[in-house]
């Protein structure tokens, strides 16, 4: 097996805002289970696909898609802050790859990220900088969005890069499932929050980023009490997604346009796109097989929260 995949949902509501202790041991087994497989696997590098929440990438420059050769995590929400693990020169050769395979990717040598980044890398890896990691941003908010087969074929391209590299990899899928947490829209603020979309939020004042941290968890704590404060969460949309990724039915995605999944199950779901480019880079290894599959609708977190892990069958 060269090649190990886990897709997982972060929260920033973690520690704020919590189901109750059954629901949180739980997801904690979920995690632990995970984090037990892929430290057998012992992955040497690692690709995380992940979006970002206007803490590293605003509409001063919006890519769609971003490889960071260089990163640093900023610590929101209690998550892990420093810098990530990358290895550069080898993050160097898989973006002029992507570049040549005809797939326009972004890349940073000042790339900073949210917990969406540093989530799965401390509950999974244990750290930040356990493992060489090059971390992959899919813009998932910002509108306009890129869409399902883009995201694709992000994922294939560095799939066949990873294949070719002769290293154990390990693809780590962030985001979603179904939600729609209170993230601002630029056609829709004033002009200070304009501002701060635009590229001044991206180191906040600490008044600031505890103001918009406690927004969150206020949204959050209504979200319980009447779950029709926000686009509710979709048990059956986030199985059926789960069900195209282990059949490998990636086609009725790509025919899949951004405002019907917005509509369908919140705006935030495009972060499902880091599963669908992840499960595409191990999809270039070859036939593979989905195990451990978990889902769980979790208000207090504002989110459908799946779990899923798939290796490649050699």
């Known amino acids: ?18 189901p109750e202790q059954a629901v949180l041991a739980e997801v ?38 971003c490889m960071g050769m260089q990163a640093t995590a900023i610590g929101d929400f209690q998550s892990a802050a420093g810098p990530l693990n990358v290895p550069r020169d080898i993050a160097e050769a898989c973006a002029r790859t992507v570049l040549e395979a005809g797939v326009d990717t972004a890349v940073s040598y000042r790339m900073q ?11 999974l890896l244990g750290g930040l900088a356990e493992k060489p990691v090059i971390p992959v941003f899919i813009n998932s908010v910002a509108i306009p969005l890129p869409g399902f087969a883009r ?20 693809f780590i899928g962030s985001g979603g499932l179904s939600h729609q ?11 200070r929050m304009a501002d701060r979309l635009m590229g001044s939020g991206r180191n906040l004042p600490a008044d600031e980023r505890q103001a918009r941290q406690n927004r969150v968890i206020s949204a959050a704590e209504h979200f319980v009490r009447d779950q029709h404060s926000l686009h509710p969460l979709d048990p059956a949309w986030d199985n059926h997604f789960l069900d195209l990724l282990e059949q490998r039915r990636y ?3 790509d025919t899949m346009g951004n405002d019907e999944l917005s509509a369908l199950a919140g705006k935030s779901t ?20 989905t195990t451990e599959r978990y889902y769980r609708p979790i208000p207090e977190w504002i989110a459908g929260f799946g779990s899923l892990s798939a290796h490649s069958i050699n």
């Open 1 to 18: 097996m060269n090649a190990y995949l886990h897709c997982l949902s972060h929260t920033p509501l973690v520690g704020y805002v919590d």
């Open 28 to 65: 904690g087994e979920v995690i632990a289970a995970a984090r037990r497989r892929i430290a057998e696997f012992d992955p040497e590098l690692v690709f995380l696909f992940a979006p970002d929440h206007y803490n590293g990438f605003f509409y001063d420059v919006m890519p769609a898609f």
């Open 113 to 123: 990220v949210d917990h969406g980044f540093a989530q799965p890398l401390e509950y």
């Open 151 to 170: 995201a694709r074929l992000l994922g294939e391209a560095i799939g066949r890069f990873a294949r070719d590299c002769g290293k154990r990899v390990l």
């Open 181 to 191: 947490p209170p993230v601002p829209e630029l056609a829709h603020v004033d002009p």
């Open 251 to 253: 086609g009725e995605l």
């Open 270 to 289: 495009h972060e499902i796109k880091t599963w669908v480019a992840a499960f595409a880079a191990l999809a270039a290894f070859g036939d593979y097989q």
